[in-house]
T-cell receptor, first 114, second 111 residues
């Protein structure tokens, strides 16, 4: 089985722009979660989607949004970019509605905001 | 709310020496616990997991971890470290459909 894929791998944007990141989960996985990783804050949970519905949301401003499509692929969008949004954004997928929440991570998208 | 503490930010170990990375968690119910490893510029790879049963769990790459409920700990161990083990290690606890991670421990391996 192919792993979790994320596109693009690297992105450079300027302040005020918006950006869309894409994640394709492992085949058969219906849950997709997004995390932001920075040196200062570590790994922080953004949101989780299951069957096209946002099931959980972390403590991030409304500029961060996401969605999930019927094929389980997910996108996250950040509007009005700020310098502090520079981070590695990780996507993870889980099989179905796994209570054990074992997650499989993609390689991440490195976002740099100038 | 659940939380994870990894008290060591950096650890340096000589190649061939044993390793123990500490992890303490806070969670109100039976925890599901994980250790992940991240190499520079990469995503996270699952090393091992604890759901229930035997408190000593074996993982990939020769790693093991022991769950101690009385100490709220889930420490990661390896008997003999290889230079390729140099990476950042994250402990995580699962609950309510989210994973909460510790801040990570950076492992440096000296020759």
């Amino acid at each position: 089985k192919a792993g979790v894929t994320q596109t693009p791998r690297y992105l450079i944007k300027t302040r005020g722009q918006q950006v869309t990141l894409s994640c394709s989960p492992i085949s058969g996985h219906r849950s997709v979660s997004w995390y932001q990783q920075t040196p200062g804050q570590g790994l922080q949970f953004l949101f989780e989607y299951f069957s096209e519905t946002q099931r959980n949301k972390g403590n991030f401003p409304g500029r961060f949004s996401g969605r999930q499509f019927s094929n389980s692929r997910s996108e996250m969008n950040v509007s009005t970019l700020e310098l502090g949004d520079s981070a590695l954004y990780l996507c993870a997928s889980s099989p179905r509605d796994s209570i054990t929440n074992e997650q499989f991570f993609g390689p991440g998208t490195r976002l740099t905001v100038l | 709310a659940q939380s994870v503490t990894q008290p060591d930010i950096h650890i340096t170990v000589s190649e061939g020496a044993s390793l123990e990375l500490r992890c303490n968690y806070s969670y109100g119910a039976t925890p599901y616990l994980f250790w992940y490893v991240q190499s520079p510029g990469q995503g996270l790879q699952l090393l091992l997991k604890y759901f229930s049963g035997d408190t000593l769990v074996q993982g990939i790459k020769g790693f093991e971890a022991e769950f101690k409920r009385s100490q709220s700990s889930f420490n990661l161990r390896k008997p003999s470290v290889h230079w390729s083990d140099a990476a950042e290690y994250f402990c995580a606890v699962s609950g309510y459909s989210t994973l909460t991670f510790g801040k990570g421990t950076m492992l440096l391996v000296s020759p």
